[in-house]
T-cell receptor
Framework: AQSVTQLDSHVSVSEGTPVLLRCNYSSSYSPSLFWYVQHPNKGLQLLLK??????LVKGINGFEAEFKKSETSFHLTKPSAHMSDAAEYFC????????????FGQGTELSVKP | SQTIHQWPATLVQPVGSPLSLECTVEGTSNPNLYWYRQAAGRGLQLLFY??????ISSEVPQNLSASRPQDRQFILSSKKLLLSDSGFYLCAWSIPPGGRNQPQHFGDGTRLSIL
């Protein structure tokens, strides 16, 4: 079965320190992978996407993610957290045979302390 | 550039009343359209998706229905709301799958409270 797992429901970091949000997927097909961010009472904003080109993907707001097929992972990182990064983050996967439908992780809430 | 609009932003309705939420997309043609519900606890549940005018697929049995009367208009409706219909409703669009799968782009959502 195809699925995506976000390993942490909540991550807390101090401003200026690195951010790591972990995501693993399960599938026998080649995936397309996305990270979205959601601020309170807002829709989801696309941070970055992987669609079988370069395995290291750079996104908006200084975020990047690396696709590691051997580990079936797509972890999201940022070198230095800002207060404005505090939000909910979703790892999302889709496959060519899904007709465009997305499979969402359960989300990771990122808190940033001053 | 493409934009997506949802309205209203918030809505408070009594149990048993009807519902109509509207979503429109600008700047693209023949998009795939989606309705999601996000209940407390953050997970997103796909309710409906549409690949063209009048073509609606329902993902889960429920009290809601969807319609696509125009290419870039997607409407979520109910004849009689239940308490369990409360939640955050999100509309999204994507370019139809051609080669690799495309991401979806979300509206700002509607917060629906049922009293």
């Amino acid at each position: 079965a195809q699925s995506v797992t976000q390993l942490d429901s909540h991550v807390s970091v101090s401003e200026g320190t690195p951010v790591l949000l972990r995501c693993n997927y399960s599938s026998s097909y080649s995936p397309s992978l996305f990270w979205y961010v959601q601020h309170p009472n807002k829709g989801l904003q696309l941070l970055l996407k992987y669609t079988s080109a370069a395995t290291l993907v750079k996104g908006i707001n200084g975020f990047e993610a690396e696709f590691k097929k051997s580990e079936t992972s797509f972890h999201l990182t940022k070198p230095s957290a800002h207060m404005s990064d505090a939000a909910e983050y979703f790892c999302v996967v889709t496959f060519y045979n899904q007709g465009g439908k997305l499979i969402f992780g359960q989300g990771t809430e990122l808190s940033v302390k001053p | 550039s493409q934009t997506i609009h949802q309205w209203p932003a918030t809505l408070v309705q009594p149990v048993g009343s009807p519902l109509s939420l509207e979503c429109t997309v600008e700047g693209t043609s023949n998009p795939n359209l989606y309705w999601y519900r996000q209940a407390a606890g953050r997970g997103l549940q796909l309710l409906f998706y549409s690949v063209g005018i009048g073509q609606i697929s329902s993902e889960v049995p429920q009290n809601l229905s969807a319609s696509r009367p125009q290419d870039r208009q997607f409407i979520l409706s109910s004849k009689k709301l239940l308490l369990s219909d409360s939640g955050f409703y999100l509309c999204a669009w994507s370019i139809p799958p051609g080669g690799r799968n495309q991401p979806q782009h979300f509206g700002d959502g509607t917060r629906l409270s049922i009293l």
